[in-house]
């Protein structure tokens, strides 16, 4: 019984689901909107899905359909502040995934749209997940993955995480 | 609403350690300084309500639609 997982049963907006604890993702500063909701796990619903819905351990309703955006496009840069960096406790880029939300239109799956604006980033080693809202606007809040808004972005300059000065200004 | 009144180079502070500085008015624009801790994210309002929306919508989804999405995007995985 010792090698055992500690595993929890939740209450999930697809059913009763069986956590693995040590998987669970820890979001100090909650979801925007969520702010009391710390506690995730994310839950791959078919194998040839891109999408995922990253769960709530605690609040059953508080499912999030999100995705991984590079199955969509290749140029994705999230911009993370110094701020965010230590939140997430990042040493270096290569620790944290992305993953973005996803609204299916009801009874409109063609419309189906990422949400560029909001990016949610995952420590994967320490399992620290953190929201962070883009102010650069090159990127929409509403990218169509399928027709004629689906097209690839025009690629922008790269922008190394956390490159910025103590005194930074921005201008809108 | 607490509503204070301050001139360019006056500044509040928010407990011990939020400083918000007026650096100048020019017109309708207003130069804020923010001096808080580095572990403290700082949004701008709209880009704020704009994810807190998109997060509402993400909430919305039925099993028939997430089902036909994920079919219309293996049908153009193969396309490619």
């Known amino acids: 019984m010792a090698d055992r997982k500690e595993e929890k049963v939740i209450q999930t907006r697809l059913g009763t689901l069986a956590v693995d604890m040590e998987r669970v993702i820890t979001f100090p500063r909650g979801l925007i909107g969520f702010e009391d909701c710390k506690q995730f796990s994310l839950v791959q619903l078919r194998e040839d899905s891109p999408f995922l819905i990253l769960q709530s351990i605690t609040h059953p309703e508080l499912g999030l359909l999100v995705a991984d955006p590079f199955s969509f496009m290749r140029d994705y840069n999230v911009k993370l502040g110094n701020a965010e960096q230590k939140i997430l406790q990042l040493e270096s880029a290569e620790q944290v995934a992305v993953l973005v939300t996803v609204n299916i239109p009801q009874g409109r799956p063609e419309l189906t749209a990422l949400n560029l604006t909001g990016p949610i980033m995952v420590n994967y080693q320490a399992r620290i997940g953190l929201q962070v809202p883009q102010v650069d606007t090159k990127y929409p809040s509403r990218y169509y993955i399928h027709g004629e808004n689906g097209e690839m972005p025009k690629p922008g300059a790269p922008r190394p995480a956390g490159a910025e000065g103590k005194d930074r200004e921005e201008e809108s | ?80």
Do not use: C, H
């Open chain 2, 1 to 80: 609403m607490l509503i204070l009144t301050r001139r360019p180079g006056e500044s509040i502070y928010l407990g011990d350690d939020i400083k918000i500085t007026v650096l100048s008015v020019q017109g309708k624009q207003i130069k804020i300084g923010l001096e808080v801790p580095d572990d403290l994210p700082v949004y701008r309002e709209e880009v704020y309500l704009r994810v807190q929306e998109q997060n509402r919508l993400a909430l919305q989804l039925s099993d028939q639609d997430l089902f036909a999405a994920t079919q219309l995007w293996q049908t153009e995985k193969k396309k490619k």
